[in-house]
C-alpha cells in the first residue's frame, strides 16, 4: 500500500511549536489535497486542517484556527502542519491523509491514504 511519512512530531511545553511533516513516496502526490486530523487517547479521531486540490483552499478545525497553518510543497511533494502556541489539549497522535479529489474534505472518508501517525505531546 502507499505509505505516507510522518516526522516532526515530539514533546513540547505549552506555548511552543512544533511543524510536522508528510511525505508521499515519488511524486504522485504532489497536488493532491491533504488532510490533517488527530486522534487523543479515548477520542475518535477529529479534524485538524486541510488543503485542496486543485485550489489550495484551506480550512482549520475551531480549536486551531490563527494557531495552526496548513502548507503544501508541490516540489517536494510534503504536506506541513505548522502549530503554534501549543497547548495541552493537542496532545495526541496526528495523522496525514491524501485526497485524490478534487475540493476540501473535513471527514476521514474524504481520504484516500493516509500515514502512520506521529505522537504530539504537550505539557503544562
Known amino acids: 500500500q502507499v505509505q505516507l511519512v510522518e516526522s516532526g512530531g515530539g514533546t513540547v511545553q505549552a506555548g511552543g511549536s512544533l511543524r510536522l511533516s508528510c511525505v508521499a513516496p515519488?511524486?504522485?502526490?504532489?497536488?493532491?489535497?491533504r488532510g490533517w486530523f488527530r486522534q487523543a487517547p479515548g477520542k475518535e479521531r477529529e479534524f485538524v486542517a486541510a488543503?485542496?486540490?486543485?485550489?489550495?483552499?484551506?480550512d482549520y478545525a475551531d480549536s486551531v484556527k490563527g494557531r495552526f497553518t496548513i502548507s503544501r510543497d508541490n516540489a517536494k511533494n510534503t504536506a506541513y502542519l505548522q502549530m503554534n502556541s501549543l497547548k495541552p489539549e493537542d496532545t495526541a497522535v496526528y495523522y496525514c491523509?491524501?485526497?485524490?479529489?478534487?475540493?476540501?474534505?473535513?471527514?476521514?472518508?474524504?481520504?484516500?491514504?493516509w500515514g502512520q501517525g506521529t505522537q504530539v505531546t504537550v505539557s503544562s
Open positions: 491523509a491524501v485526497r485524490r479529489r478534487i475540493g476540501l474534505a473535513l471527514t476521514t472518508r474524504g481520504y484516500d491514504y
Open positions: 515519488g511524486r504522485s502526490f504532489s497536488n493532491y489535497g
Open positions: 488543503i485542496s486540490w486543485p485550489d489550495s483552499t484551506t
